[in-house]
């Protein structure tokens, strides 16, 4: 495709509730990366898949989140039983081959309010 | 673990004016530095990558140098324009790793 697609592009989800949040990279990228920004700060790392492969899973806050890239393409970041403090724009990036020094590429975000 | 900061957080010039954003980090042991733009609502788009080897990078009215040695960066925009307006981002990629550290960002707002 033409860019990073992430969808929904706005989410309010009562506590408790579960969410899934979806990001569509640039057709061919290998690498997918996921992260968290919350008002007024810089994007914190949350997960990174090379294909299918997610090689680094040490940014999801607890074990309620969850990232998937099941046919190393389209992924899914599910957050079970939502917080208030999950609050935040969740972005998806990817790249041709994450081999650092790559250009990355976002999605305009997925803002999740937890009400 | 590696911080990064960006000064000032927010800044406001008018239109002409040549400006500087300060990003500094405390782990030097990085593999390259990048500059991004946010607009509101929007995701980051990527403005200039510098690897470590190197000590700037230019592209138009923009121009990032990095001092590894001294853990610090700036960006230099020439001419500002309104259209300059946005929340400017540093980050850094540590080697060994994919994840980019990113500091708060500087809002810049360039006034007609």
């Known amino acids: 495709g033409a860019g990073v697609s992430q969808s929904p592009r706005y989410k309010v989800a009562k506590r408790g509730q579960d969410v899934a949040l979806r990001c569509d990279p640039i057709?061919?990228?290998?690498?997918l990366f996921w992260y968290q920004q919350a008002l007024g700060q810089g994007p914190e790392f949350l997960t990174y898949?090379?294909?299918?492969?997610?090689?680094?899973k040490s940014g999801l806050p607890s074990d309620r989140f969850f990232a998937e890239r099941p046919e190393g393409s389209v992924s899914t970041l599910k957050i079970q039983r939502t917080q208030q403090e999950d609050s935040a724009v969740y972005l998806c990036?990817?790249?041709?081959?994450?081999?650092?020094?790559?250009?990355?590429?976002f999605g305009s975000g997925t803002q999740l309010s937890v009400l | 673990k590696q911080e990064v900061t960006q000064i000032p957080a927010a800044l406001s010039v008018p239109e002409g004016e040549n400006l500087v954003l300060n990003c500094s980090f405390t782990?030097?042991?990085?593999?390259?530095l990048q500059w991004f733009r946010q607009d509101p609502g929007k995701g980051l788009t990527s403005l200039l990558l510098?690897?470590?080897?190197?000590r700037e990078q230019t592209s138009g009215r923009l121009n990032a140098s990095l001092d590894k040695s001294s853990g610090r960066s700036t960006l230099y925009i020439a001419a500002s324009q309104p259209g300059d307006s946005a929340t400017y981002l540093c980050?850094?990629?540590?080697?060994?790793?994919?994840?980019?550290?990113f500091g708060k960002g500087t809002k810049l707002t360039v006034n007609p």
């Open positions: 990036a990817s790249s041709l081959q994450g081999r650092g020094g790559e250009k990355l590429f």
């Open positions: 057709s061919g990228h290998v690498s």
């Open positions: 898949f090379q294909n299918e492969a997610q090689l680094d």
């Open positions: 782990d030097s042991a990085i593999y390259n």
């Open positions: 510098i690897q470590s080897s190197q």
């Open positions: 980050a850094v990629l540590q080697g060994g790793s994919e994840k980019l550290v």
